[in-house]
């Protein structure tokens, strides 16, 4: 079981910037894929960008040209780069890794953009 830790989350105004990491146990090399997905409070937990194989990247819509996914191998971990935040992004943000079946999630660190 690969085990990740987030960082990086708190309280900013909206137009602001954050940036989350997250600390993947062994190498980033070996997933399938790494990225980060969120849940806002009522609602379903959703995508926001990810890395697959082959180093491609996606991104939600909602985030596209605010977000940025990063990753450095040497130290097995994965950033995002929120810019020009929206109270909409208020969410409890999860990193995720895919390994051939194997699915896993960190705990989770909150962001909450106000208005």
């Known amino acids: 079981q690969v085990q990740l830790v987030e960082s990086g989350g708190g309280l900013v105004q909206a137009g602001g910037s954050l940036r989350l990491s997250c600390a993947v146990s062994?190498?980033?090399?070996?997933?399938?894929?790494v990225g980060w997905y969120r849940q806002a409070p009522g609602k379903q937990r959703e995508l926001v960008a990810l890395f697959t194989s082959g180093s491609s990247t996606y991104y939600a819509d909602s985030v596209k040209g605010r977000f940025t996914i990063s990753r450095d191998n040497a130290n097995n971990t994965v950033y995002l780069q929120m810019n020009s935040l929206k109270p909409e992004d208020t969410a409890v943000y999860y990193c995720n890794s895919q390994r051939l079946r194997i699915v896993s999630w960190g705990q989770g660190t909150q962001v909450t953009v106000s208005s």
């Open positions: 062994g190498s980033i090399f070996k997933l399938n894929a």
